[in-house]
């Protein structure tokens, strides 16, 4: 197993490389139906969470009002699959990020990214600098969270009627914490290799191989984003700065393995695979885990309902601190996208998952979650947004910071297992476009805490925190 890094990357690289070889003219830089990664941010940015702005997992789009400067580049494939409107394309590229570097000397293979930097006010003013369970925004200073590149050759299978696509995403920054896997960025037992004792430290969230076939099926191997959740790792798929607590502390980020995804029609989407657990690629101990979904969206595009669960894989005991003792873990996302009108949507997720056997005594861990988000376009270059999140940790195993607490840059709060409690928290903010390129994202946030473990704020001293914070995102 110790090879599979080199093995997948280096198997990845050569897809591209044959892709681009098969490929008689270059297709433009759009994202076909198996690749539309649009699952993540609101309905605002459908189009830049694809292929030429912001790719994001594997997940159908919400739907979205088509706007000028709301439907971006990835609506593209949407405009073809749905209305065969040629047109669309032309319509939109004035509203496409302005690239540096583009296609890669003469070949197929896109080359895109985006920095991420912003900073948060703390009103307490920690000592530590932590914002007790906060993120990516985890420290009351300026960060530098993303330099996000990413290398892809997207599938057309429109000429052959099949096609070879693939892609690697590098992401440094201060986020590279949340974008790790086991036996990749680390070592199998979790301890860190490259990143050891730095703040800012390098990942590398996706690297795989795709092939696809008509219009309705591909298939993925190697490392890739997962289709469980609304909100992602990478920046220009929210709208918030900051990160609900379920794909902080709960969801998987990436995983390991194989997936395939199956377009029946217009409406409905399928997604099937076979992965290595959540957020692990090399463990100590490695074991398949069955990751399935779907994506509805009614052919009138006023809501649509996604779901994703990931069973089995083996995930470490809390009570063992030698982490030699794994048990497995069922997790599931749900969540309801609807469009009041073109200017007002909702978003409603429901999150929860359960461990067998996670202390020494055999008890099982549960835990859930609720958000319900509301977006609102004030204009082409303003929208307003707000956030309620609800998180329940019974057992302390999710907050207790067994995925990142303790690792340099992490978050060193930890909760004992027992009867941790529950987090809520407000948020709102803004989103400012200035252009394709740039976006500013401000918010304010309170977060509170109530349970029998220990305080969460203000170097556990408090229950409850207030933040405001800033960042800004520009696209090249």
Known sequence: MKTERAAIVGAVLGLLMAANAMAQSPPEMTMPWSVRQTAYGDDYYVGSQDGTSTPAADKAAPPAPEKAGEAKAADKDKDKDAKGDEKADEEKKPDEPHRVIGKLGCTNINVYGWLDMGGTINGDNPTSRYNGTLAPNDRNLFQFNQNYLVFEKTLDTKKNGWDIGGRVDLLYGSDYIFGESVGFETNPDGSPKWNAGIDYGLAMPQAYGEIGVGDHFSMKLGRFYTIIGYESLMATSNFFYSMNYAVRYAEPTTHTGGLITWKANDQWTFYLGGVNGQDQTDGLTDSLAVLTGFAWTPKDKKYSLNFGIMTGGLEPRTADTTLTDFT???????????????????????????????????????????????????????????????????????????????????????????????????????????????????????????????????????NSQFTVSCDAILQF
């Open 328 to 462: 497995p873990r069922t997790y599931f996302s749900t969540y309801f996208t609807y469009n009041f009108t073109d200017k007002f949507q909702s978003v409603s997720q429901w999150d929860a998952g359960w461990q067998q056997d996670y202390n020494l005594g055999g008890d099982t861990a549960d835990f859930w979650s609720f958000t319900q988000y509301f977006f609102y376009t004030l204009n082409d270059k303003w929208k307003a947004g707000l956030r309620y999140d609800f998180f329940v940790d019974d057992q302390g195993t999710r907050l207790g910071g067994l995925r990142f607490g303790g690792v340099p840059g992490g978050n060193p709060l930890f909760l004992p297992s027992g009867d941790a409690g529950t987090v809520q928290a407000i948020t709102a903010g803004l989103n400012y476009t200035y252009n394709a390129n740039l976006r500013i994202r401000p918010e304010i946030r309170w977060d509170w805490y109530g349970g029998n473990g220990p305080k969460l704020f203000d170097d556990s001293t408090k």
